[in-house]
Structures are given as C-alpha cells and as structure tokens.
T-cell receptor
C-alpha cells in the first residue's frame, strides 16, 4: 500500500458525460501527479500540482482539468467524454516539487470505461 | 522528441534463469532514470532511481545500472513472484516523467 488513495475504483459512463476522479496524496506529500494509462499509449503524464499550484503540464486535453485543494487532495475532471478516454487514471504523489529527484508513489488507479 | 524505449516487450524465463531488461533513451539532458514494477490492475511501485552513468543500485534479486544511453534491470535467479511489468521512466529536464511501454516479465516455476 503506497498511502495514496483514489476514488472511485471503477467508473462506467456514457459519451458526452463529465466525471470527477479524486486523489488523496500520502501524508506529508505536497506534489500530486495525474497519469493516463491505456493499452496502446502506455503511461502518459497529464499534469502536476505542487502545494495547490500547477507546476507541470503534459499532454492533457482541453476537455480535462485538474485542481489541488488546500487539504492537498486533488481532483481530475474529464468532460465531453469520448470512447478513447477509456483508460486507467493514476494519481501519484511525492514530497517535493521536482520530478527528477523525488520518487513518485502511485495510487491504485481509477478504471474509466466510456460506453 | 525525448523518448524512452524498452525491450523486449515480453520475456518468459524459467525460475532461476537470470536475464536483463533494457531501457534506452534519447540523449537530451537526462536528469533521472526511474524503474517501476507494475502488477496487473495496480499502480506502479517505485524500485530505483539512477542519476549518472556508471551508477548501480540493488534490491534483492534486482540490480539497475545506467550508461550514457541506456539502463539495464538485471534479474538474478528470479522467482515466480517477480512476474510483473517493469517500467522505466526518464526525466529530461522538463519536470515530466516520460515512461516506456514496459517489459512484461513472466517467471515459470
């Protein structure tokens, strides 16, 4: 158990809908990262927050947005869902802001299925 | 574009049969090379970080090494519980981890 929690574990929804994925980092970690893992693309970095502020951005679609709250939990919002958004979404956390010098601890993931 | 390539895609070994997994990367300001283990349906689990060519790290039956263009994950006398997908990731100075697609390792008893 990494100490990172994600809810829900599974989510099934329809095209065009909007969903929110939630992540709580390990105690003491200030950085939260979001990743998407699909069969054909592997693990893709979406976005990072550090202590409430956006720090780094990957290939995140404009339909997706995220935020980190004062209690350090984070939410990833996915809207206008398409079939291709079906994937595993992972949250990871680390103590410090740099991706280079801090190992990231991953949560168990949310499996999103868009029908 | 910075890329990370892992080989082979899949590897089947007999229990006790040692081997190595490869992770090669484009040379563009590597700042850190990370190895993770991922079990089916679970999040990646951190194994090692390497920062400079020549660096080596060990953990039980695993040893990770780094050269200027690639990293190897050596598995010595593996056991069935070592079966998993092994992912490598690199950070190229842009504060983002770029992951390879992984090597799916199966250890046959």
């Amino acid at each position: 158990d990494s100490g990172v929690t994600q809810t829900p574990k599974h989510l099934i929804t329809a095209t065009g809908q909007r969903v929110t994925l939630r992540c709580s980092p390990r105690s003491g970690d200030l950085s939260v990262y979001w990743y998407q893992q699909s069969l054909d693309q592997g693990l893709q970095f979406l976005i990072q927050y550090y202590n409430g502020e956006e720090r780094a951005k990957g290939n995140i679609l404009e339909r997706f947005s995220a935020q980190q709250f004062p209690d350090l939990h984070s939410e990833l919002n996915l809207s206008s869902l398409e079939l291709g958004d079906s994937a595993l979404y992972f949250c990871a956390s680390s103590v410090a802001p740099s991706a280079s010098y801090n190992e990231q601890f991953f949560g168990p993931g949310t499996r999103l299925t868009v029908l | 574009e910075d890329q990370v390539t892992q080989s082979p895609e899949a590897l089947r070994l007999q229990e006790g049969e040692s081997s190595s997994l490869n992770c090669s990367y484009t040379v563009s300001g590597l700042r850190g090379l990370f190895w993770y283990r991922q079990d089916p349906g679970k999040g990646p689990e951190f194994l090692f970080t390497l920062y400079s060519a020549g660096e080596e790290k060990e953990k039980e039956r695993l040893k990770a090494t780094l050269t200027k263009k690639e990293s190897f994950l050596h598995i010595t006398a593996p056991k069935p519980e070592d079966s998993a997908t092994y992912l490598c990731a690199a950070e190229f100075g842009n504060e983002k981890l770029t992951f390879g697609t992984g090597t799916r390792l199966t250890i046959i008893p």
